[in-house]
C-alpha cells in the first residue's frame, strides 16, 4: 500500500482522502462507532471501497498516533 495513493497528509494534524475534502477523522469516527465498510460506502458515497478500507487499514497499522 502506497499511501500517498490514498491520502493527503495535510500537517501532522489534517490527513484528507486524496481527492476527497473527507478528513479520515470523520471516516474513522462513524467506524469507531461500529459503521461497517458498507455502511460507510452508504454514507460518504463519493469515496469508493478501496479508500475506505486503505483508511481503516492505516488507523489500524498507526492507531496510537491517530487517537493521540
Do not use: W
Not at 9 to 22: C, L, Q, V, Y
Not at 36 to 56: F, G, V
Amino acid at each position: 500500500m502506497q499511501l500517498e495513493n490514498y491520502f493527503d497528509f495535510i500537517n501532522e494534524n489534517a490527513i484528507r482522502i486524496k481527492g476527497h475534502r473527507i478528513g479520515i477523522e470523520h471516516v474513522l469516527r462513524d467506524y469507531c462507532e461500529g459503521a461497517s465498510p458498507e455502511e460507510l460506502l452508504l454514507r460518504y458515497p463519493t469515496l469508493s471501497l478501496e479508500k475506505i478500507h486503505a483508511t481503516i487499514t492505516y488507523y489500524l497499522a498507526n492507531k496510537v498516533e491517530i487517537e493521540a
